[in-house]
T-cell receptor, first 111, second 114 residues
């Protein structure tokens, strides 16, 4: 079936280092959303990308949507302890209204 | 305060004992959905509803039922729970059908079936 692959599953970084997570779809997406889930919490919406090649920034977070609308990335510059959590992408196809979720990337800050 | 509420937050039950997890939203959202979250598998959609009296299966509907008799409520029913339904469950709502609008999640219900 339709899948959105997200890598890596985990990423350990020192505070201050950068973090990136990638999502790839085998089919063209109409849009992609990104969510953050803090430990013990629920997913919280971060942003939505709709246009081919779109880049959006939120402070230290940069979101990209590929030209072919099959991949997306989230990059965090100079991670802080408040960035800890799992980041999910979720894409939808033109043919339906369901979101297809990536498995998430867990950001872990090394002590 | 705009929110999605779920009850109970934690539940331990035994195989075969029917249970209902309630979900309510106060944002007048049309779209509601249930997900289960298991380690390494992300969020998998169980059922969704685009409006009152309209429900549809998601990716993993087996063993679950839902109803949408009122706009604000979307209960999840497990008629005969089994251990493989032990999971973390999230209810979510969205102003419109899910494609172009963000989803607002409830706090989650952790279910253990022994």
């Amino acid at each position: 079936g339709q899948q959105v692959m997200q890598i890596p599953q985990y990423q350990h970084v020192q505070e201050g280092e950068d973090f990136t997570t990638y999502c790839n779809s085998s089919t063209t997406l109409s849009n992609i959303q990104w969510y953050k889930q803090r430990p013990g919490g629920h997913p919280v919406f971060l942003i939505q990308l709709v246009k081919s090649g779109e880049v959006k920034k939120q402070k230290r977070l940069t979101f990209q949507f590929g030209e072919a609308k099959k991949n997306s990335s989230l990059h965090i510059t100079a991670t802080q302890t408040t960035d800890v959590g799992t980041y999910f992408c979720a894409g939808s196809m033109d043919s339906n209204y369901q979101l297809i979720w990536g498995a998430g990337t867990k950001l872990i800050i090394k002590p | 305060e705009a929110q999605v509420t779920q009850n109970p937050r934690y539940l331990i039950t035994v195989t075969g004992k029917k249970l209902t997890v309630t979900c309510s939203q106060n944002m007048n959202h049309e779209y509601m959905s249930w997900y289960r979250q298991d380690p390494g598998l992300g969020l998998r959609q169980i059922y969704y509803s685009m409006n009152v009296e309209v429900t549809d299966k998601g990716d993993v509907p087996e063993g679950y039922k839902v109803s949408r008799k009122e706009k604000r409520n979307f209960p999840l029913i497990l008629e005969s729970p089994s251990p493989n339904q032990t999971s973390l469950y999230f209810c979510a709502s969205s102003p419109r059908t899910g494609r172009l609008y963000e989803q607002y999640f409830g706090p989650g219900t952790r279910l253990t079936v022994t």
